[in-house]
């Protein structure tokens, strides 16, 4: 299955840029993710806990990067397995430029495979989790560079504890 989709996030693109290598970042973006080391340069190692359907796993997998090209493109290869759930195994192609007002448009092209227990619920349930899965990733990563929004923050008013700064806002305040 193949999914495309873009985005318009309020950083510089070489912000992105960064928090796209870092494994914090794509740790906190990563649904379920419980687990997350590594480097660019050599590869991250995942562990991550998923119920797609009745079916739940722990998925302990690799992502490697590759085709950089600073600060323009990278490519994003995974492949988890998940013990008798099966496996899961996919890739994005993840694109920034210059957006609006200092932004940066970042585009997406995602492509996902699975096998075992999880590819017999069928390609409709599979389909739709994988949709939600990349939405919910690319939401969080925007959330976790942009920082949250002065709205939401005025919806903190229970005088509970602040949202998380965003993944630059944290490096420079």
């Known amino acids: 299955m193949e999914m495309n989709d873009s985005r318009q996030i309020n ?10 290598l870092n494994p914090e970042v794509l740790k906190e973006c990563v ?8 480097s660019a340069e050599d590869g991250f ?24 090209d600073a600060p323009n493109t990278v490519t994003l290869s995974g492949e988890g397995k998940g013990g008798a ?16 007002d200092g932004g940066t ?9 699975v096998g ?3 590819a017999q619920l069928g390609s409709r349930i599979i389909d739709g989790f994988a ?15 942009e920082g949250p929004s002065d709205e939401a ?4 008013g229970q005088g509970g504890e602040q949202k998380k700064k965003g993944w630059f806002k944290r490096m420079v305040s």
Not at 11 to 20: E, K, L, M, R, T
């Open 131 to 145: 949709k939600k899965m990349a939405d919910q990733f690319f939401q969080n990563f925007q959330d976790a560079v």
């Open 31 to 38: 649904p379920g993710c419980t687990e997350m080391a590594g």
């Open 153 to 156: 923050d005025a919806e903190d």
């Open 45 to 68: 190692e995942a562990t991550v806990v998923q119920k797609v359907g009745p079916v739940k796993a722990t998925f302990k997998g690799k992502v490697t990067l590759s085709g950089m």
């Open 11 to 20: 950083a510089p693109q070489d912000v992105v840029w960064g928090a796209i």
């Open 116 to 118: 075992g227990k999880l």
């Open 85 to 100: 759930a099966g496996f899961a195994k996919g890739g994005a192609t993840v694109t920034l430029a210059p957006g609006e």
């Open 105 to 113: 448009l970042l585009t997406y092209a995602v492509e996902a495979k």
